[in-house]
Every structure is written in C-alpha cells, then in structure tokens.
C-alpha cells in the first residue's frame, strides 16, 4: 500500500502577523542604529547655532536693537565676565560638592540655590534692559518689533516655519509679513 503524505499544517493567521510585525520592529530598530553610527561619523549632533537664545523676544531683535541692548545691559548691573565668573565659581563648587565624600545634599542645594539666584538676577537685568529700550524706540519701530516677536512665536524655538529671516538689520516696514 502506498502512504499518503500528510498536509503540513499551516501557521496560524496571528503566528504570521506577529512574524511580520516583528521583523518591521527589527528593520526599524537597525535603521536607527545604522543613522545614529552614520551621523556619528560625520560628527555626531551639533545644534543648530544660535547667538541670541531661544528666547523669542531675544531672536525678534534686529542686530542694531541687540547691539543697543548689550550697551544697555552694561550700564545696568555687573559686566557680562563677571556674571560669567561668578556663575562658573558656583558650578565649579557643585562638581566639587557632587565628587565629595561623604556627600553633602546640604550643601549642593545651597549651591543649586546660589546659582538659581544668580540666573535669576541675570535674568531680571535683562528684563529691565530690555523693556527700557523698547520703551525709547519710536512707534514705528516697536511695531516693526512687534511684528518680529509674533513671526518668533510663530516659528518656535526650533523654527518650525524655517530658519529666522537672514537679515536681521532692518525693521520690517509697518503692515509687511513674511
């Protein structure tokens, strides 16, 4: 007598899609992989360069409105180097505190405290600097500024409509839009 082969049995149906979506969860996993060590190679990440900050009220000034505003800033409170200083102090004193034995939690929020303290200050002489030039500008000029800030808000920190307008040194006439 002859034997009959047997059929092999199928997988079933969710055997299958789990094989599938697996292997696309792979796939997707090595083509992240492969990007990073691609990028990686050309450098690794760098940010895109930003002189003013992600503040948009900072990104909405003109260069000349920048320029006026550092030399407001100056006669407002201690230089720029001296802030600088005193914040790279208060860091070098909590890498100190963060390396100590035995650690201190005391102490590194009383640093953590001295350093928010002094961003705080930076922060408010900025504020005043700020808001007292915009005050002087000519009416023209603020709303030329306030045209600025609203294209900022609108493109956020990264710039989601594109990079900021090239030329920075000109008001926007009253009216116009990008």
């Known amino acids: 007598m002859t034997e009959t082969p047997t059929p092999t049995p199928r997988a079933p149906r969710w055997m299958r899609v789990t094989l599938i979506a697996s292997l696309a969860a792979n796939l997707l996993v090595v083509g ?37 505003l550092r030399g407001k800033l100056r006669e407002a409170g201690p230089s720029l180097a001296e802030t600088r200083a005193e ?25 953590m405290t001295a350093l928010a303290a002094l961003n705080t200050r930076r922060l408010d002489d900025a504020q005043t600097a700020l808001a007292g030039y915009l005050a002087g500008l000519d009416p023209a000029a603020r709303r030329a500024f306030a045209d600025r800030l609203e294209d900022a808000l609108r493109r956020g920190p990264e710039g989601r409509d594109g990079p900021p307008p090239r030329n920075r040194d000109t008001h926007r006439p009253e009216g116009a839009r990008n």
């Open 32 to 68: 992240l992989v492969a990007g990073a060590a691609l990028n990686m190679r050309r450098g690794g990440f760098t940010p895109p360069e930003r002189i003013d900050g992600p503040n948009p009220m900072l990104r909405a000034l003109t260069r000349e409105d920048a320029r006026a």
């Open 87 to 111: 914040s790279r102090r208060t860091f070098e004193a909590i890498l100190a505190t963060l390396r100590a034995e035995p650690f201190d939690a005391d102490r590194l929020t009383a640093e």
